[in-house]
């Protein structure tokens, strides 16, 4: 009877432990005014096609990647380019493919982190975790690729190399696998 408290006592030791080793990452690798890197767990994210219209345009998608900072707050990466419908869902699935792939997530942005110009009453919708607020900041979608190699350009694809390309230098220490 004591041996089996024990070994409750010790798998519920256990399981916090490993509970606590698992914690979400989020960390600026890079960052200067035109360019920032950053290295985020895969469920930090949020991935999103938005349809846009107005007068002079018959109407688009713009695909946005959304990542929790270390203060709970939603920075947003954006895809400059119009998409169709399509051309959206195919980012989409690129990019939950290097999500899914990986422990570890590397994102490449143009743009400067510091810079707030975005409003900040806006609250996204997290899988997992609910509504975030964001923090305002907006940058520019360059990649986004894992510990494991795989990598995606927003504008090459998975068929750029190197991935990304300059200026970013975490290219050099995840290198896409050979195809």
Not at 5 to 30: E, P
Not at 97 to 103: E, H, I, N, Y
Not at 119 to 130: A, H, I, Q, S, T
């Amino acid at each position: 009877m004591v041996q089996s408290r024990v070994s409750r006592w010790a798998v519920l030791c256990c399981l916090i432990l490993c509970g606590c080793a698992t914690s979400s990452h989020y960390r600026v690798l890079f960052q200067n005014e035109k360019v920032v890197e950053l290295s985020v767990s895969p469920n930090r994210f949020s991935l999103e096609c938005e349809y846009l219209s107005d007068a002079d345009d018959p109407g688009f998608y713009v695909f946005f990647i959304r990542a929790i900072d270390q203060t709970d707050t939603a920075t947003t990466f954006f895809q400059t380019n119009k998409l169709d419908k399509n051309g959206c869902r195919n980012e989409t699935q690129s990019v939950e493919k290097v999500l899914k792939g990986g422990r570890l997530i590397y994102i490449a942005g143009t743009g400067n982190i510091e810079d707030t110009d975005v409003n900040k009453d806006l609250e996204f919708v997290f899988p997992g975790r609910g509504k975030i607020r964001s923090n305002g900041r907006s940058l520019g979608f360059v990649a986004i690729s894992n510990e494991n190699g795989l990598c995606y350009d927003a504008y090459g694809g998975f068929k750029e190399k190197p991935c990304p390309y300059e200026p970013f230098p975490f290219w050099n220490k995840v290198r896409a696998p050979s195809r």
